[in-house]
Every structure is written in structure tokens, then in C-alpha cells.
């Protein structure tokens, strides 16, 4: 996690940034509203840009960014780019994007951002983070993962591929199923929430009262803006930056494999001997399509 990431992780948690914008005076107020506002607008622009589109003096502004509570005009670039990414919607993440000209650049376009999307996961995610969690989710009484509507695809994936060495694993998807679950947690349970940009409330609150029980939380989202941050023992950032209009989603399948790969190796005999009777299963079990051979020599 960089110095940048750290100070947004923290003014988005406490919520300090809405705290200290509220307190400024009335013309400071007036003057970078519209940063806010308009994020986008300004994302991209150095300090002297910024001034002169908001009419103001660079050292006026730098001191009102300071008073937000931010050291550096660079630690609040890397917020305003938190906060275009989390505010986008389906429309705005793909007009934003830089455009290639004619559908085979904007193809090829789409896998470079893919690419960047799991370069950014790699350079950012830390092992012992992953391993710690791992390690709850093999010693818990329980899991229960949180996601719903387009991040529950990756988290039946998830619940799918945790079942197949935990039987203690449940997925919450709609609210009355998150919010049900939820009830019986405690504090050798564990859960993970999965939701990207502003996050569906019912999976924001859900975590909320899992963190209330002692549930030791995990959060999984686009930026450390997520309203997941609040609650959660451990939030990892897997970007959902794209070229269409549905979220990427390359970088959070990689992140759940990684935490496979930590889980499978925790106790890594017990799993082995579950696996034994899964790779039976895959072998012979009813359920394969099999098809005997024919000896029969194929007319030419």
C-alpha cells in the first residue's frame, strides 16, 4: 500500500474529508467546491491548471487542499482519482476512458486495460495480508461472503471454490439473505464483501452489523473510497478500470485465486486428502459427460 493510497484509506474511513470541508470558511468553501462536484474535470490537471480554471491563486489553493487535511498537492490528486473511479457510472467509466479509433483498437484497448488493471493488483497487494486471512478462514467456525448484484458473480465463485475444502461456507446475495446471515455471526466467524464503486447499501450495512458481532470483516472493492473501509479488519483494492460499460473484473478473480492459493496451503495435508476425493469425483462421478472409445478404425 503506498503513502497515497494509506492517507486516502484513512480520510475515507474517519470521514474527515466531509468533517473539513464542511468547516472552511464560506469563501474557501465556494472556491473548491466544484473539484468535488466536477472530479473528473480536474483530475488530470497540475496545481497551476487547477488555479487558473478555478480563477484562484496556486498557493491559496494549495493551502485550502492542506486544510482538507492533505500534506502534498500529489496526495490529493491520488484521492480525486479514488473518488472519480468510485463516483463513475456505467456511462461515465467507459467515456472516460482513452479512445482508440475503429472496435479492433477498442478490443485490444480492452485487454491492455485488463492487464494494467492486474499489474496495479500485483504491484499493490501485500502477501502477508493475504496469507493472514487465509489463515482466519481456515481456523473460523464460519464464512460468509457479501455480494450482490454484478460483483455476486465473483463471489459464487468464490463460495463455490471455498466449498470444495471448507464446509462451513455460505454466500448472501439478495438483502433479506444478507441481512438473516448476518444475525448469527460472532467472533470466530468470518466475512468478506465484495462491492465496487459507491457499494450496494445492503452490502455496506451488512458488513456494518458483521463488524457490530465481532465478525472479523474482510472488504474487496475498486478503491480505498469504498464505504467498505470502515469496517473492515482487512480491505484489499482490486481495480475495476474498463473500456465498456461493465466493470473489469480480471483483477478481482485474481485476487480470489491468490487467496485460494494461500488457503489451500494452510494445513496443506488436510487439503490434499479432500482433494484426493474431489479429483475421484472428477474422474468418475455422474455428473462428467463421459463417452467410451471407439475401437473401430475410422473409414478413410
Same mark, same amino acid.
Given at each position: 500500500?503506498?503513502?497515497?493510497?494509506?492517507?486516502?484509506?484513512?480520510?475515507?474511513?474517519?470521514?474527515?474529508?466531509?468533517?473539513?470541508?464542511?468547516?472552511?470558511?464560506?469563501?474557501?468553501?465556494?472556491?473548491? !467546491?466544484?473539484?468535488?462536484?466536477?472530479? =473528473?474535470?480536474?483530475?488530470?490537471?497540475?496545481?497551476?491548471?487547477?488555479?487558473?480554471?478555478?480563477?484562484?491563486?496556486?498557493?491559496?489553493?494549495?493551502?485550502? $487542499?492542506?486544510?482538507?487535511?492533505?500534506?502534498?498537492?500529489?496526495?490529493?490528486? %491520488?484521492?480525486?482519482?479514488?473518488?472519480? #473511479?468510485?463516483?463513475?457510472? &456505467?456511462?461515465? %467509466?467507459?467515456? !472516460?476512458?482513452?479512445?482508440?479509433?475503429?472496435?479492433?483498437?477498442?478490443?485490444?484497448?480492452?485487454?491492455?486495460?485488463?492487464?494494467?488493471?492486474?499489474?496495479?493488483?500485483?504491484?499493490?497487494?501485500?502477501?502477508?495480508?493475504?496469507?493472514?486471512?487465509?489463515?482466519?478462514?481456515?481456523?473460523?467456525?464460519?464464512?460468509?461472503?457479501?455480494?450482490?448484484?454484478?460483483?455476486?458473480?465473483?463471489g459464487k465463485y468464490l463460495e463455490y471454490?471455498?466449498?470444495?475444502?471448507?464446509?462451513?461456507?455460505?454466500?448472501?446475495?439478495?438483502?433479506?439473505?444478507?441481512?438473516?446471515?448476518?444475525?448469527?455471526?460472532?467472533?470466530?466467524?468470518?466475512?468478506? %464483501?465484495?462491492?465496487?464503486?459507491?457499494?450496494?447499501?445492503?452490502?455496506?450495512?451488512?458488513?456494518?452489523?458483521?463488524?457490530?458481532?465481532?465478525?472479523?470483516?474482510?472488504? #474487496?472493492?475498486?478503491?480505498?473510497?469504498?464505504?467498505?473501509?470502515?469496517?473492515?479488519?482487512?480491505?484489499?483494492?482490486?481495480? $475495476?478500470?474498463?473500456?465498456?460499460?461493465?466493470?473489469?473484473?480480471?483483477?478481482?478473480?485474481?485476487?480470489?485465486?491468490?487467496?485460494?492459493? %494461500?488457503?489451500?496451503?494452510?494445513?496443506? !495435508?488436510?487439503?490434499?486428502?479432500?482433494?484426493?476425493?474431489? &479429483?475421484?469425483?472428477?474422474?468418475?462421478?455422474?455428473?462428467?459427460?463421459? =463417452?467410451? !472409445?471407439?475401437?473401430?478404425?475410422?473409414? &478413410?
Amino acid at each position: 500500500m503506498t503513502t497515497n493510497q494509506k492517507l486516502s484509506s484513512r480520510l475515507a474511513g474517519d470521514g474527515n474529508i466531509s468533517i473539513r470541508l464542511d468547516a472552511l470558511q464560506g469563501q474557501r468553501r465556494k472556491v473548491i !467546491q466544484p473539484i468535488f462536484d466536477r472530479p =473528473r474535470d480536474y483530475v488530470l490537471l497540475s496545481l497551476r491548471q487547477m488555479a487558473r480554471k478555478l480563477g484562484e491563486d496556486p498557493s491559496t489553493l494549495l493551502r485550502t $487542499i492542506r486544510a482538507l487535511g492533505f500534506r502534498h498537492y500529489s496526495e490529493f490528486r %491520488a484521492y480525486l482519482h479514488d473518488r472519480v #473511479v468510485t463516483f463513475a457510472t &456505467s456511462l461515465e %467509466a467507459m467515456e !472516460q476512458s482513452p479512445r482508440r479509433s475503429g472496435v479492433p483498437g477498442l478490443i485490444q484497448q480492452s485487454i491492455e486495460r485488463d492487464l494494467e488493471n492486474l499489474k496495479q493488483l500485483r504491484n499493490s497487494l501485500d502477501p502477508g495480508s493475504v496469507i493472514k486471512v487465509a489463515n482466519k478462514i481456515a481456523t473460523s467456525r464460519g464464512v460468509l461472503i457479501l455480494a450482490g448484484d454484478m460483483a455476486a458473480n465473483l463471489g459464487k465463485y468464490l463460495e463455490y471454490t471455498l466449498s470444495m475444502v471448507r464446509s462451513n461456507v455460505l454466500i448472501a446475495i439478495t438483502p433479506g439473505e444478507m441481512v438473516h446471515r448476518v444475525r448469527f455471526l460472532g467472533k470466530r466467524d468470518v466475512v468478506i %464483501a465484495i462491492t465496487y464503486r459507491r457499494g450496494l447499501r445492503q452490502t455496506v450495512e451488512a458488513l456494518e452489523a458483521a463488524s457490530k458481532s465481532g465478525a472479523y470483516c474482510v472488504g #474487496v472493492s475498486g478503491g480505498f473510497l469504498s464505504p467498505l473501509v470502515s469496517f473492515c479488519d482487512d480491505f484489499f483494492v482490486t481495480p $475495476i478500470e474498463c473500456v465498456s460499460f461493465a466493470d473489469s473484473y480480471t483483477s478481482g478473480m485474481a485476487f480470489i485465486n491468490a487467496l485460494l492459493v %494461500a488457503v489451500s496451503s494452510h494445513r496443506r !495435508q488436510s487439503t490434499t486428502n479432500l482433494l484426493k476425493k474431489v &479429483s475421484e469425483e472428477q474422474r468418475t462421478g455422474q455428473r462428467f459427460y463421459f =463417452r467410451e !472409445q471407439s475401437t473401430d478404425i475410422p473409414r &478413410s
